[in-house]
């Protein structure tokens, strides 16, 4: 008989690789937002929301880099 080769997640491992990527998006939307949307309500300086928003953006890939990290385990 041919093994799979990938064991069925327990709904817990499932429920936190989805949690992870709604986490991923949620902070991409959330820098991309910072940066381009002028109605957000941050009394910041153009330059301070640009790098916070780039800070956010980069912090939700590392997030993913580490949940598809920890999928492959």
Same mark, same amino acid.
């Given at each position: 008989m041919?093994?799979?080769?990938?064991?069925? =997640?327990?709904?817990? =491992?499932? %429920?936190? %690789?989805i949690f992870g990527?709604?986490?991923?998006?949620?902070?991409?939307?959330?820098?991309?937002?910072?940066?381009?949307?002028?109605?957000v309500p941050l009394h910041l300086e153009k330059t301070y929301r640009v790098v916070f928003g780039v800070f956010l953006i980069a912090y939700s890939f590392l997030r993913l880099v580490r949940l598809l990290q920890t999928r492959r385990d």
């Open positions: 041919i093994e799979r080769e990938s064991q069925q =997640k327990s709904p817990a =491992k499932r %429920f936190l %690789f990527l709604f986490m991923f998006v949620f902070y991409l939307v959330v820098g991309l937002a910072i940066i381009f949307w002028d109605g």
